[in-house]
Every structure is written in structure tokens, then in C-alpha cells.
T-cell receptor, first 112, second 112 residues
Framework: DAGVIQSPRHEVTEMGQEVTLRCKPI?????LFWYRQTMMRGLELLIY????????DSGMPEDRFSAKMPNASFSTLKIQPSEPRDSAVYFC??????????FGPGTRLLVL | TQLLEQSPQFLSIQEGENLTVYCNSS?????LQWYRQEPGEGPVLLVT?????EVKKLKRLTFQFGDARKDSSLHITAAQPGDTGLYLC????????????FGKGTLLTVNP
């Protein structure tokens, strides 16, 4: 079975540019989560969706961040404009109902 | 926001030694999960503990949930180089729609 798929795996961009991260959850999973991991703050939940509907976006840092889930098999996390402090590893995870969360391999973002 | 404190932050030991890592909070969780994360990958669930006082074993790993469901420990017996990784605990709270709050992790290095 394919796990959670994230793209790109690595992204290097310049400050002010738009960044779009993509996630394909495991088929049949109805919850999707976006996390950010840094050395300083650890793994933080940004937003999560249930049945494609955003349930809790209280972790989204500011208006520069937005996330969408247009269908059950695709989600995006967009940063516009990007800043150096956004540099981190961004993980997507999916879960069937209240079961185990399965994480993707992450996108390593570096904003110069 | 519930906080999970993990200790120690870093641990470097020799193969064959035993170790214990801790996860503490002032909040009560409905369940607590332990993950292991290897470099370049997403966290992978090891175990979920639900009942206060519960002990679960996974080969050489023993997980315990505190009686008050506020803390947990992970004990590894006869550590092996393959145990190297970042160990994360995560608390799940029913009142927050079952979203997970992660600790910052313990980075374990087992030297051959």
C-alpha cells in the first residue's frame, strides 16, 4: 500500500516567494493533518481536516498560511509570502476515523 | 494548550545498556502515544496507552502510562544501534477533537 505521499520532498526558495506543499492521504482515511517540525518548537499541529472540512486551524501561524482540501485525495498548504522563519519540515498525516495517524515523509523547506 | 515535557532531550549510550525516557504533563490525556522518528522520515507510531497504570511491551520496549494519565515512560532494555532515533510522545485529548499534542522528543543514539 502506498503511504501518505508528499511533494516536493525538498524546497528551497527566496523570501517573498509563494510556496505550495502537496499531500495525498492514504485512501479511505477521512482525517488529514498538517504539522510543522523545528528544533526549537518540535512538532506542531497547523490544521486538520475531517471529511475534507477544516476542523481546527488554530495552529496556523498567521494569514500567510492557508490550507485547502478540495477532495478526499488531495490537500495543499500554501505560504504566501514566505519568510526565512518558515524554514522547517512540514508533515502531512492521515487517519481513518479515530485510528492511528500515518505520517508522510515530510517536505523540507528552506526559505533564504 | 497542554504541554508535554520530555526528558532527557538527548541521550547517547552504548549498545547493551538500558535506558528510560520520560514524558510529563500537568494535563490529563485520554490516551498517550509514543512514536519513533528516523532521520529524513515521518514519525511512526509504536504504541498507544489508554488506561491509567497501563503497561505495554513491544519486544525490548516497555511503555507505562501514569495512574493519573498525566505522564508516561518508555524503557528500553539492552539497547541496539537500530533503536537510534527521535522518540516522541503525544497526548490525545477528547475535548480537543482528538487532536494530538506532541512533546519535543528525546534524541537517542545507541553506539555500537
Amino acid at each position: 500500500d502506498a503511504g501518505v505521499i508528499q511533494s516536493p520532498r525538498h524546497e528551497v526558495t527566496e523570501m517573498g516567494q509563494e510556496v505550495t506543499l502537496r499531500c495525498k492521504p492514504i485512501s479511505g482515511h477521512n482525517s488529514l493533518f498538517w504539522y510543522r517540525q523545528t528544533m526549537m518548537r518540535g512538532l506542531e499541529l497547523l490544521i486538520y481536516f475531517n471529511n475534507n472540512v477544516p476542523i481546527d486551524d488554530s495552529g496556523m501561524p498567521e494569514d500567510r498560511f492557508s490550507a485547502k482540501m478540495p477532495n478526499a485525495s488531495f490537500s495543499t498548504l500554501k505560504i504566501q509570502p514566505s519568510e526565512p522563519r518558515d524554514s522547517a519540515v512540514y508533515f502531512c498525516a492521515s487517519r481513518p476515523g479515530l485510528g492511528t495517524q500515518y505520517f508522510g515523509p515530510g517536505t523540507r523547506l528552506l526559505v533564504l | 494548550t497542554q504541554l508535554l515535557e520530555q526528558s532527557p532531550q538527548f541521550l547517547s549510550i552504548q549498545e547493551g545498556e538500558n535506558l528510560t525516557v520520560y514524558c510529563n504533563s500537568s494535563s490529563v490525556f485520554s490516551s498517550l502515544q509514543w512514536y519513533r522518528q528516523e532521520p529524513g522520515e515521518g514519525p511512526v507510531l509504536l504504541v498507544t496507552v489508554v488506561t491509567g497504570g497501563e503497561v505495554k511491551k513491544l519486544k525490548r520496549l516497555t511503555f507505562q502510562f501514569g495512574d493519573a494519565r498525566k505522564d508516561s515512560s518508555l524503557h528500553i532494555t539492552a539497547a541496539q544501534p537500530g533503536d537510534t532515533g527521535l522518540y516522541l510522545c503525544a497526548g490525545e485529548e477528547m475535548s480537543s477533537n482528538y487532536k494530538l499534542t506532541f512533546g519535543k522528543g528525546t534524541l537517542l543514539t545507541v553506539n555500537p
